[in-house]
């Protein structure tokens, strides 16, 4: 009796700190629990929403992001409108002790692993799955882990905010506007049977109908020729919406237990009566997020405007050179959008020189050019992606000085299987409508079969190395001690190339 005693007035006590403030209004409790899981969220991730934000502008694949979250939102209201019978929390040691390994895991995942992935941040985003892991530990500490794991299905949705799995989807079946579409509307689908599916029949039928409005949707819209940034949310958001609302009409024709928004006076307590100190837990955790820094978008490469510079065809090649072979490669529309074309232009030296080759023979360089115009989807899948570089080990780029103010970079690659290393220099200008990237590679094969890396789409291969950074660090990829072996040779041909290019354009800068 004495045990049970003590217990009641523990309970009490624990209670008796919410009433005062909120009374006979539960939603007030819920309602001030959101607003600050709101704010600490958007206070923890604000650089990460803002690289998010950059990107919409840009038009990128990463549109589907704010898409999600609004399918996940309607996932989550389909379930809330259930009845549950819950008996109310009090013991929150299992709460707190798992809430709370979630949350370090989200400061860990953006304080140690999003910086592995510097150089294609824009392309993991592993401070997406950061958030999404402090969103379900928020949400544990705040509202309990039974009431979490209710949810447990539109966590499973919100989860594909990470975009890797969502790149690698998109670039597989085309990466163009209607791919990008067609899996929005897989994510609706998705979202929607949660939302409306209280058994698997109910499910099915709603993935279905989902499934039906939203292809038809997105093939009027195709057909109408609407811009990227209706063709691609556009379908996902009506197929959820109609089919929800036919879902919700037809439930309440038929009767039954109730699934529709709660009445005014109607809403439950809180199945956590009293949140307590795991509110500090959320805090501190925002404000120790809100000062990890992300790496920096769209101010990666220096991209000079000369408005006739003409992008888009071969590079003029200067003086001292000579065109071997030229190459085309049009799929990298995929990555970089409409009319972005890939040249490959293979360059021999007119004249051999002993500086370069200690038998006097020509060398043989390749010069890569790519444009787009949409300049951070060049960021967004650099330049690791358009070659098999997964095995090679690579140096941190420094910084070349070019002729009119271009600033090139210079890197080594070291190609382990095949005992060769690459020198290559880089830089990115534009036109003020297209942006281009320029990459010479120079081997220390000097012989006419030496092999460079050759352009292909290549998703498995960088998942896989993606995956190797995430378990053994990118050290494990770097070149810790770069031999620029052929600075000099390309340095000075990305001079002349730079001349060859901006010999007229150059006139029309003030």
Same mark, same amino acid.
């Given at each position: 009796?004495?045990?049970?005693?003590?217990?009641? #007035?523990?309970?009490?006590?624990?209670?008796?700190?919410?009433?005062?403030?909120?009374?006979?209004?539960?939603?007030?409790?819920?309602?001030?629990?959101?607003?600050?899981?709101?704010?600490?969220?958007?206070?923890?991730?604000?650089?990460?929403?803002?690289?998010?934000?950059?990107?919409?502008?840009?038009?990128?694949?990463?549109?589907?992001?704010?898409?999600?979250?609004?399918?996940?939102?309607?996932?989550?209201?389909?379930?809330?409108?259930?009845?549950?019978?819950?008996?109310?929390?009090?013991?929150?040691?299992?709460?707190?002790?798992?809430?709370?390994?979630?949350?370090?895991?989200?400061?860990?995942?953006?304080?140690?692993?999003?910086?592995?992935?510097?150089?294609?941040?824009?392309?993991?985003?592993?401070?997406?799955?950061?958030?999404?892991?402090?969103?379900?530990?928020?949400?544990?500490?705040?509202?309990?882990?039974?009431?979490?794991?209710?949810?447990?299905?539109?966590?499973?949705?919100?989860?594909?905010?990470?975009?890797?799995?969502?790149?690698?989807?998109?670039?597989?079946?085309?990466?163009?506007?209607?791919?990008?579409?067609?899996?929005?509307?897989?994510?609706?689908?998705?979202?929607?049977?949660?939302?409306?599916?209280?058994?698997?029949?109910?499910?099915? #039928?709603?993935?279905?109908?989902?499934?039906?409005?939203?292809?038809?949707?997105?093939?009027?819209?195709?057909?109408?020729?609407?811009?990227?940034?209706?063709?691609?949310?556009?379908?996902?958001?009506?197929?959820?919406?109609?089919?929800?609302?036919?879902?919700?009409? $037809?439930?309440?024709?038929?009767?039954?237990?109730?699934? $529709?928004?709660?009445?005014?006076?109607?809403?439950?307590?809180?199945?956590?009566?009293? #949140?307590?100190?795991?509110?500090?837990?959320?805090?501190?955790?925002?404000?120790?997020?809100?000062?990890?820094?992300?790496?920096?978008?769209?101010?990666?490469?220096?991209?000079?405007?000369?408005?006739?510079? &003409?992008?888009?065809?071969?590079?003029?090649?200067?003086?001292?050179?000579?065109?071997?072979?030229?190459?085309?490669?049009?799929?990298?529309?995929?990555?970089?959008?409409?009319?972005?074309?890939?040249?490959?232009?293979?360059?021999?030296?007119?004249?051999?020189?002993?500086?370069?080759?200690?038998?006097?023979?020509?060398?043989?360089?390749?010069?890569?050019? #790519?444009?787009?115009?949409?300049?951070?989807?060049? &960021?967004?899948?650099? /330049?690791?992606?358009?070659?098999?570089? $997964? /095995?090679?080990? $690579?140096? &941190?780029?420094?910084?070349? &000085?070019?002729?009119?103010?271009?600033?090139?970079?210079?890197?080594?690659?070291? /190609?382990?299987?095949?005992?060769?290393?690459?020198?290559?220099?880089?830089?990115?200008?534009?036109?003020?409508?297209?942006?281009?990237?320029?990459?010479?590679?120079?081997?220390?094969?000097?012989?006419?079969?030496?092999?460079?890396?050759?352009?292909?789409?290549?998703?498995?291969?960088?998942?896989?190395? =993606?995956?190797?950074?995430? =378990?053994?660090?990118?050290?494990?990829?770097?070149?810790?001690?770069?031999?620029?072996?052929?600075?000099?040779?390309?340095?000075?041909?990305?001079?002349?190339?730079?001349?060859?290019?901006?010999?007229?354009?150059?006139?029309?800068?003030?």
């Amino acid at each position: 009796m004495a045990v049970t005693a003590s217990r009641v #007035v523990a309970m009490a006590t624990l209670t008796r700190p919410e009433t005062p403030v909120f009374g006979d209004h539960p939603w007030r409790a819920i309602a001030f629990r959101w607003v600050l899981f709101v704010a600490c969220t958007v206070l923890g991730f604000w650089n990460t929403i803002a690289a998010v934000i950059e990107e919409l502008r840009a038009q990128t694949l990463i549109l589907y992001v704010p898409v999600l979250v609004l399918l996940s939102l309607i996932a989550v209201i389909g379930v809330s409108w259930r009845d549950f019978d819950e008996p109310p929390i009090h013991d929150r040691q299992t709460d707190v002790i798992v809430g709370l390994v979630v949350v370090v895991l989200a400061v860990a995942g953006k304080l140690l692993v999003t910086p592995r992935y510097g150089r294609a941040y824009l392309t993991s985003h592993m401070d997406l799955l950061a958030l999404w892991m402090f969103v379900l530990g928020a949400s544990i500490l705040l509202f309990g882990l039974r009431p979490v794991s209710r949810y447990r299905w539109a966590w499973l949705v919100f989860l594909l905010v990470f975009p890797i799995p969502v790149r690698g989807l998109v670039l597989t079946l085309g990466g163009t506007s209607l791919a990008a579409g067609f899996v929005l509307v897989l994510m609706a689908v998705a979202a929607t049977a949660v939302a409306v599916g209280r058994t698997w029949r109910r499910k099915a #039928v709603a993935a279905l109908i989902a499934g039906a409005v939203g292809l038809l949707a997105l093939l009027v819209l195709y057909s109408l020729g609407a811009p990227r940034n209706v063709l691609v949310p556009g379908p996902a958001l009506i197929a959820a919406v109609v089919t929800s609302g036919i879902m919700l009409v $037809s439930y309440r024709r038929r009767g039954g237990r109730r699934w $529709s928004p709660p009445a005014r006076g109607q809403v439950a307590d809180p199945t956590v009566v009293f #949140v307590g100190r795991p509110v500090l837990v959320v805090v501190l955790a925002a404000i120790l997020l809100a000062f990890i820094p992300t790496p920096p978008v769209g101010s990666t490469w220096q991209s000079n405007t000369y408005p006739r510079l &003409e992008i888009g065809g071969q590079l003029d090649i200067p003086p001292g050179w000579r065109q071997e072979l030229v190459r085309t490669y049009g799929w990298v529309s995929r990555l970089y959008g409409p009319a972005a074309v890939l040249h490959r232009q293979v360059l021999v030296q007119s004249r051999g020189t002993r500086a370069f080759d200690k038998f006097a023979r020509p060398r043989r360089v390749v010069v890569d050019s #790519v444009d787009s115009r949409r300049p951070l989807a060049l &960021e967004v899948y650099p /330049d690791i992606f358009r070659y098999d570089l $997964s /095995d090679e080990r $690579s140096s &941190e780029p420094v910084d070349v &000085e070019l002729p009119f103010g271009v600033r090139g970079r210079m890197w080594s690659v070291v /190609d382990d299987a095949r005992y060769l290393t690459y020198t290559v220099v880089s830089w990115w200008w534009n036109n003020g409508r297209r942006t281009q990237q320029v990459m010479i590679w120079a081997v220390d094969d000097h012989e006419p079969q030496a092999y460079f890396p050759e352009p292909r789409i290549t998703i498995l291969a960088n998942l896989n190395s =993606l995956l190797t950074i995430l =378990l053994r660090g990118n050290a494990v990829l770097l070149d810790t001690n770069p031999q620029f072996k052929d600075r000099d040779l390309l340095v000075g041909l990305a001079g002349g190339l730079v001349r060859a290019q901006l010999v007229d354009s150059v006139r029309d800068r003030p």
